[in-house]
């Protein structure tokens, strides 16, 4: 079956996938009872409809109830059209926190991480001639602080700055039959020399010595590179040399950037003694980051950042987006205010949301969702989920940056915990290990440990305040060393480091006839609210010792009502204004 949706993974994609999104039947479970009862194998405690992949607490699920622990879903799939030798595979694209799933009664899989995607062979647990009983249990402690969770609030309703949760199934369910032997992973990597990039091919299944991958890329209908691998141990790789004239003359042309955002095409080929046995889409923008002194590197090019900070949050579905078309409206949205780039804050980026970027251009820092206590538990789980979040994303030319922690989250003693330092020098340091070729951002927001980047969070409504702290490189080093924009150190060590510096939080001015959390300034009229917008990206964009900053933010959300955009992304000013600030 195929699906006119958006690829759920846009990257890798097959003609023909099996969307398994809809009506599912739902059974909430806060005495723990179903496992010890076998709900998996029965039908009748599933009472209730639900609206996959949207979470149960979110208006659009069809169930609208807060306060979930432990809830199971179930819904029939097939049957499926399987030929002789090969497989089904089963995607899940988000399932929070600890996912069990059965098919048919087996339990085939067991997930920890609410953000990432997992996969799982369900073949042999497929009966070919009648549908079969697809079963998922999530459990997410919702006060269990050592669990990665970013803005979703632990206490009962949201407070201050958190949101209200996103519980279970909350991205796209799907499936799709593959060859014997498959393409299961693909990462693309460019290098410092224009036109070259890694490839490197994962296979799966039947893997055997007499497998090779075909490797062609091809821009603007014009067939660029082609290229055969062995595969050894269930793996291909090669770094390709695309050679073309335009490399020399107009490397703008075919390099990645937010302005020129051009992707090459490709398909990727698997062969047994010249027989295709499988064959997938996917595409590679060559663009290289990096850093020289102060100034943040795109392809080798000095590149100041205007960013703003995307909460991704929608009113009706939460954390998940209502829509292909919501996803792709953001990213022109954003385009269109003048910004060229975001920070995805305190959730893991949709890879359709992801792709948007790639397509439209914009470059994403990437946030790992946080934990709040530091115990070994939190750590293990936060690395874990870095470890997939990268496995995941690295091919994206969109993503620039991981931002490894936020504000102290998770290590809150940071400041003086020598543990909680090595903490976050170590998962920096393994993110640098796992994707070297991005920039990492170690704790972003003050109290500096080890990164690629310092990001400072200055609120201050004041404009000549920004210059005071960030008008000159002099006085930006000045602030590093010894302010307290946040009432935190900058640094634990007390020095400036010789790396870029980003004001990665400024702004938050609100203006809505609503309350809004205190933390952010405020005013009452659109003209008032245009001219504090504008004094301060003024400022902002004006101070020398910055490589670029961090509007917050895109939009309202809930009781942080500080956004450029309403909750609906309906824009609180003209947006020909906004972007004449913005991008001015």
């Not at 958006?6 to 005495?31: M, V």
């Not at 949201?158 to 909350?170: D, E, K, L, Q």
């Not at 398909?267 to 595409?283: A, C, N, P």
């Not at 792709?355 to 530091?374: H, I, K, S, T």
């Amino acid at each position: 079956m195929t699906s006119d949706r958006l690829h759920p993974r846009p990257q890798l994609t097959r003609d023909a996938w099996i969307d398994l999104d809809g009506e599912w039947g739902f059974a909430s479970d806060p005495d723990d009872r179903g496992l010890v009862e076998g709900w998996w194998r029965r039908a009748e405690p599933f009472d209730r409809t639900i609206l996959v992949p949207f979470p149960p607490e979110s208006a659009a699920s069809g169930i609208e109830e807060p306060l979930q622990r432990i809830v199971w879903y179930r819904r029939e799939i097939g049957p499926l059209d399987v030929p002789d030798g090969h497989r089904v595979l089963l995607h899940l694209t988000a399932v929070d926190h600890l996912a069990d799933v059965w098919v048919d009664g087996q339990h085939v899989a067991r997930h920890e991480g609410g953000h990432t995607s997992f996969s799982i062979d369900i073949t042999r647990a497929v009966t070919p001639d009648r549908p079969v009983a697809l079963v998922v249990r999530a459990l997410d402690e919702p006060s269990a602080l050592d669990q990665p969770r970013g803005k979703q609030d632990w206490e009962d309703e949201p407070h201050t700055i958190w949101y209200r949760r996103t519980t279970g199934i909350w991205r796209q369910v799907w499936a799709e039959v593959v060859p014997g032997s498959y393409v299961d992973e693909l990462r693309w990597t460019p290098l410092d020399r224009p036109g070259q990039v890694r490839v490197e091919v994962g296979v799966a299944g039947h893997v055997v010595d007499s497998l090779e991958v075909d490797v062609a890329l091809s821009w603007e209908g014009a067939p660029g590179h082609r290229t055969s691998l062995e595969v050894h141990g269930g793996r291909a790789s090669a770094v390709l040399d695309l050679r073309d004239p335009r490399f020399d003359t107009e490397p703008h042309r075919l390099l990645w950037t937010p302005e020129s955002p051009t992707l090459l095409r490709g398909e990727v080929r698997l062969r047994r003694d010249d027989v295709v046995v499988d064959r997938v889409g996917t595409y590679v923008g060559l663009r290289t980051v990096g850093t020289h002194g102060r100034s943040i590197l795109l392809n080798q090019r000095p590149y100041h950042l205007r960013l703003v900070l995307e909460q991704a949050f929608w009113p009706q579905t939460h954390l998940a987006a209502p829509s292909d078309e919501a996803l792709s409206d953001e990213v022109r949205l954003i385009k269109s205010l003048g910004f060229n780039g975001l920070r995805m804050h305190q959730t893991v980026a949709d890879p359709r949301f992801l792709y948007e970027c790639d397509r439209q251009g914009l470059v994403v820092w990437a946030d790992a969702p946080a934990a709040y206590r530091f115990s070994p538990t939190a750590l293990s789980r936060t690395v874990a989920e870095w470890m997939e979040i990268v496995r995941r994303d690295a091919s994206h030319p969109s993503v620039i940056a991981w931002v490894a922690f936020n504000e102290s989250w998770g290590v809150p003693d940071v400041e003086t915990d020598a543990d909680q330092q090595h903490a976050v020098r170590a998962v920096t340091h393994l993110l640098k290990a796992l994707d070297p070729t991005r920039l990492v951002i170690g704790n972003d927001g003050w109290e500096y440990v080890a990164g690629d980047l310092l990001g400072v969070h200055d609120y201050t409504q004041d404009p000549a305040v920004v210059e005071a702290r960030y008008g000159t490189q002099e006085r930006t080093e000045a602030t590093v060393r010894s302010g307290r924009p946040g009432a935190r150190r900058l640094t634990v060590a007390g020095e400036a480091p010789k790396v870029p510096v980003v004001l990665s939080e400024f702004g938050g001015t609100t203006f809505s006839e609503q309350s809004s959390w205190e933390g952010y300034g405020h005013v009452d009229e659109l003209e008032e609210f245009l001219d504090r917008v504008g004094q301060l990206v003024r400022a902002v964009a004006a101070a020398d010792g910055l490589a670029g900053w961090c509007y917050t933010q895109l939009t309202d959300t809930l009781q942080e009502r500080n956004g450029l955009l309403d909750e609906h992304r309906v824009p609180k000013a003209p947006v020909e204004r906004l972007r004449e600030i913005i991008a001015g």
